[in-house]
């Protein structure tokens, strides 16, 4: 519909908006190019505007660019009133990402329904050290018949984190006061028949972006390291609502990057030559290494997958707004994702239960209903398995595993119409946007390679962010079409990676196969990803292969590593 303003006033308003999207109104490189001079000069000028111009590709007028240097004038003064403004790293955007526009939340759901599948009763195995490498599902069992008690599991988790943390790296923070009295309450708990679920009572260790009343929470950057944040991160909270034992902060790389802290560089269990990957380094590295009955990590492009196939560990990541991220350090809005890590698939499916659905304080927490044991048709379904590197789907080691199972495998493609990896700059936009005030205030130690991202990603003009997110929708029909063909995929790829964490879709990580690597035995690792709101087939199905294969079940040689640290009176950094 056409404007019935006056011609004149019409092209002036377009020529406006044309201007300030050709020099990127409020990008680093529109502020210091055209701030810094109109410092020393008093204005901003034509000439000024000229030389902002690349940032788009545009070419402006003369007559445009006089326009632009005015209405600039105006904008500059709205950037500072905004800058003046203390904005708090708990202040979340007024915008949400929506991974499924239109789905209607679940009414009346419920949490804490889940229990582990049918199996025998264990005994208290004869040695500590398999205790620790036990499964939720089993220590639950153990829990509850009093073959173990908590008091007695966070002992022995609390022990092993002291032993194993000087070659790994994976503790921030020890919160033994506060987890022998949850132990204690436990106990009482279950040995009155106030039997709270499957974790009631089982240790488990928190990625130190997870707030915690009381202790400190330092997302692995100096800056924070004596920061206590007082509040209780939802997901924290309902694990205490579950009985579940905090028995310690864990790693991270700084500001969610990498596995490289202020405390060192966290490691595998399987070997400590390399890094643990990240950035949910230490929960990764202390699930895998029988540290923990459990842990809890986040991902924002990798951070649970990642660091669970170098460590051997089982991780779960689940659609974006199933896990409330209130009280968690906010790396990109639209894109962090907190979900389990743990010793098995049935495991993460028993914490997913606990932790999921709306809380009212994350605006895109929702509730979509999850069951376990899931009601789920094997027969049924379909498992998409993409042509990676040339390589023929049915060569994949996965889908002949799957098709033993009876499952039916697809050829598929993964969408490549449109750029994910350049849509992905909307992470370092976020993230650079979080963490204004380091980029301003030139704050760079122990950081990583953070600086230098949040400099680039000033550059980014708001209209370029904006038009991201539109491919980003185009991605997301991409994927609805990819799953009218399949139920879940088999994953893993770079390609996949990005793609998903955009899109918000779940994934599930296992470990695979052993090889050999430089003379220590290194996993392999299967990625399941499937439909949004789907986990209860995605696990299904991942449960279902990992019994079949039992590549879980072995354990690093952490004596062995042990002793060689004690060998040397350093690790490398």
Not at 137 to 161: D, F, I, N, P
Not at 267 to 276: A, C, E, K, L, T
Not at 437 to 457: D, K, M, Y
Not at 502 to 511: A, D, E, M
């Amino acid at each position: 519909m056409r404007s019935r303003e006056p011609d004149g006033e019409l092209v002036r308003r377009r020529t406006v908006l044309k201007g300030l999207a050709a020099v990127g109104a409020g990008s680093l490189a529109f502020r210091r190019a055209l701030s810094a001079q109109a410092a020393r000069d008093g204005a901003v000028t034509p000439e000024m505007v000229a030389q902002a111009e690349w940032i788009t590709g545009l070419k402006l007028t003369d007559e445009e660019r006089e326009e632009v240097a005015k209405s600039v004038r105006d904008s500059l003064d709205r950037f500072e009133a905004l800058r003046r403004c203390e904005v708090g790293y708990d202040v979340v955007p007024a915008l949400q990402f929506n991974p499924a526009p239109g789905l209607k939340e679940a009414a009346g759901l419920n949490r804490g329904r889940a229990v582990a599948i049918a199996a025998p009763a264990p005994a208290r195995p004869a040695d500590d050290e398999a205790l620790a490498f036990l499964p939720v599902t089993q220590l639950a069992a153990l829990l509850r018949s009093r073959q173990v008690t908590s008091v007695e599991l966070t002992k022995l988790y609390l022990g092993r984190l002291k032993r194993f943390d000087p070659v790994f790296k994976c503790v921030v923070t020890l919160t033994e006061k506060l987890a022998f009295e949850q132990a204690a309450r436990a106990d009482a708990e279950i040995a009155s028949g106030a039997y709270r679920g499957p974790l009631h009572g089982v240790p488990w260790g928190a990625k130190d972006l997870i707030a915690y009343p009381g202790w400190p929470t330092t997302w692995g950057a100096p800056q924070f390291k004596e920061r206590v944040v007082d509040q209780k991160a939802t997901v924290a909270a309902r694990l205490d609502e579950a009985g579940a034992v905090l028995v310690a902060k864990l790693s991270l790389g700084a500001l969610a990057m990498g596995d490289q802290w202020y405390g060192g560089k966290t490691r595998s269990p399987w070997d400590p030559r390399r890094g643990s990957s990240g950035s949910s380094a230490g929960s990764a590295s202390a699930a895998a290494a029988g540290l923990v009955g459990f842990a809890i990590g986040s991902e924002t492009l990798g951070s649970i997958i990642s660091p669970c196939q170098a460590c051997g560990a089982t991780g779960l990541r689940p659609t974006f707004g199933r896990v409330s991220r209130h009280g968690c350090m906010s790396l990109a809005w639209s894109m962090d994702k907190l979900g389990p890590i743990a010793r098995s698939v049935e495991d993460c499916a028993l914490i997913l239960d606990a932790i999921h659905g709306r809380d009212g304080l994350d605006p895109t927490a929702v509730d979509q209903p999850f069951a376990w044991p899931p009601a789920v048709d094997f027969g049924k379904l379909k498992i998409g398995v993409p042509r990676l590197d040339g390589k023929p789907a049915d060569d994949d080691d996965a889908a002949k595993t799957l098709r033993a199972l009876g499952f039916e495998t697809v050829a598929v493609e993964l969408p490549t119409k449109h750029p994910a990896w350049a849509v992905s700059q909307m992470l370092r936009v976020e993230a650079a946007t979080a963490f204004d005030e380091f980029t301003r205030n030139h704050v760079s130690e122990g950081l990583n390679s953070w600086p230098a991202t949040f400099r680039q990603a000033r550059f980014t003009p708001a209209v370029e962010y904006l038009r991201a997110a539109r491919v980003r929708t185009l991605l997301m029909r991409d994927m609805a079409e990819l799953f009218e063909k399949v139920d879940l995929f088999v994953g893993g790829s770079d390609l996949d990676l990005t793609i998903t964490n955009l899109t918000g879709h779940p994934s599930v990580v296992i470990p695979g196969r052993f090889h050999d690597r430089d003379g220590l035995p290194a996993p392999g690792s299967v990625v399941l990803t499937g439909k949004l709101y789907d986990e209860s087939t995605l696990l299904a199905v991942a449960h279902a292969y990992q019994e079949a294969t039992g590549d879980h079940r072995a354990r690093p040689p952490l004596e062995r590593f042990l002793a060689d640290a004690a060998s040397r009176e350093t690790m490398p950094d």
